[in-house]
T-cell receptor, first 115, second 114 residues
Framework: QKEVEQNSGPLSVPEGAIASLNCTYSDRGSQSFFWYRQYSGKSPELIMSIYSNGDKEDGRFTAQLNKASQYVSLLIRDSQPSDSATYLCAVNQKRSSGSARQLTFGSGTQLTVLP | KAGVTQTPRYLIKTRGQQVTLSCSPISGHRSVSWYQQTPGQGLQFLFEYFSETQRNKGNFPGRFSGRQFSNSRSEMNVSTLELGDSALYLC?????????????FGNGTRLTVT
């Protein structure tokens, strides 16, 4: 089974620090990578998309992709208590050879930003 | 632009009953995917529909089924409910599906089976 793996955490960082979230995936043919944020009791919300190797920045968020290492990460700079949530990594990969691609989610990393 | 709309928000059913959940995608989105989310299993893919055709299916029993209408609206049906079906059911739409473009989620339907 093709997997998307994340450190489950919980991860705690002080306010103003950089939070680093990591994700690895198993399907070398994956081309699309996303980070979602999910607050408790709410549905996932898209925060970043990345399709090419390297870094992509959007405000306080930076997504990093390394296809050779099958690794994608999310950095949150100047972390705020409002960033406290579960962060889900999603990768478009095949469940098995010959199957269609689908967006597969990791189990999520719970982030707490301490005031 | 209106987001993904799911109805109802909450459902309480008893074992053995069946349930139908509804989803209206973002205007212009032709792909609708359904996911089940539980604390233990996380987000699990159920199926994806594109232009009224089921294009992909996850590893769920046949009690879980769905369909998509010509206006891209989708329904999901679960028959012969079991206690383990209690979960948050999320519908998401995208432009072209198969994970090539991002999914946009609705608020979900929380199903409780007693």
């Amino acid at each position: 089974q093709k997997e998307v793996e994340q450190n489950s955490g919980p991860l705690s960082v002080p306010e103003g620090a950089i939070a680093s979230l990591n994700c690895t995936y198993s399907d070398r043919g994956s081309q699309s990578f996303f980070w979602y944020r999910q607050y408790s009791g709410k549905s996932p919300e898209l925060i970043m998309s990345i399709y090419s190797n390297g870094d992509k920045e959007d405000g306080r968020f930076t997504a990093q992709l390394n296809k050779a290492s099958q690794y994608v990460s999310l950095l949150i700079r100047d972390s705020q208590p409002s960033d406290s949530a579960t962060y889900l990594c999603a990768v478009n990969q095949k469940r098995s050879s010959g199957s269609a691609r689908q967006l597969t989610f990791g189990s999520g990393t719970q982030l707490t930003v301490l005031p | 632009k209106a987001g993904v709309t799911q109805t109802p928000r909450y459902l309480i059913k008893t074992r053995g009953q069946q349930v139908t959940l509804s989803c209206s995608p973002i205007s212009g989105h032709r792909s609708v995917s359904w996911y089940q989310q539980t604390p233990g299993q996380g987000l699990q893919f159920l199926f994806e529909y594109f232009s009224e055709t089921q294009r992909n299916k996850g590893n769920f029993p046949g009690r879980f089924s769905g369909r998509q209408f010509s206006n891209s609206r989708s329904e999901m049906n679960v028959s012969t409910l079991e206690l383990g079906d209690s979960a948050l059911y999320l519908c998401a739409s995208s432009l072209d599906g198969q994970g090539g473009s991002p999914l946009h989620f609705g608020n979900g339907t929380r199903l409780t089976v007693t």
